[in-house]
């Protein structure tokens, strides 16, 4: 059997009509299953209020996003905002949080669009299913 290797795919996050991000462009990467839900997992963690033991745990959010992280629009005072971890850490928190999840939302939210069905487009007949109630004693 042959080799077949997926293309990663690179989602673009328009907040158009997001209020504060509004006009902010992202494009970033999907990630793999795992990184996923350790990421998930991670943020739903974060909704709640922060304490010391929280940090060591969004700093890895904030790394899989940074690894995920193609391009973005972003600018301080005019200069643009390298799409890196370092850009990310110069950031407000909350409004890094609000980009995340927003990411993680798209690329666990979508679902690929649907391919050739695998049947001629018949649709198989189910056998007929018995109309009749059988007494608890026919049934076993």
Same mark, same amino acid.
């Given at each position: 059997?042959?080799?077949?290797?997926?293309?990663?795919?690179?989602?673009?996050?328009?907040?158009?009509?997001?209020?504060?991000?509004?006009?902010?462009? =992202?494009?970033?990467?999907?990630?793999?299953?795992?990184?996923?839900?350790?990421?998930?997992?991670l943020a739903a963690s974060?909704?709640?209020?922060?304490?010391?033991?929280?940090?060591?745990?969004?700093?890895?959010?904030?790394?899989?996003?940074?690894?995920?992280?193609?391009?973005?629009?972003?600018?301080?005072?005019?200069?643009?905002?390298?799409?890196?971890?370092?850009?990310?850490?110069?950031?407000?928190?909350?409004?890094?949080?609000? =980009?995340?999840?927003?990411?993680?939302?798209?690329?666990?939210?979508?679902?690929?669009?649907?391919?050739?069905?695998?049947?001629?487009?018949?649709?198989?007949?189910?056998?007929?299913?018995p109309m009749e109630v059988?007494?608890?004693?026919?049934?076993?």
């Amino acid at each position: 059997m042959g080799d077949f290797e997926p293309k990663r795919k690179v989602y673009s996050i328009d907040f158009e009509n997001s209020g504060e991000l509004s006009g902010l462009e =992202v494009k970033a990467r999907s990630v793999p299953v795992g990184q996923f839900l350790d990421l998930t997992a991670l943020a739903a963690s974060e909704r709640d209020a922060i304490t010391r033991a929280d940090v060591e745990r969004m700093a890895s959010l904030f790394a899989g996003f940074a690894g995920a992280l193609v391009e973005w629009n972003l600018t301080n005072d005019g200069e643009p905002v390298p799409p890196t971890l370092e850009g990310i850490r110069s950031q407000e928190a909350s409004f890094m949080l609000e =980009v995340v999840f927003t990411w993680l939302a798209i690329i666990g939210d979508v679902m690929p669009p649907l391919g050739k069905p695998f049947n001629s487009g018949e649709t198989s007949q189910a056998p007929p299913l018995p109309m009749e109630v059988q007494s608890p004693r026919q049934a076993s």
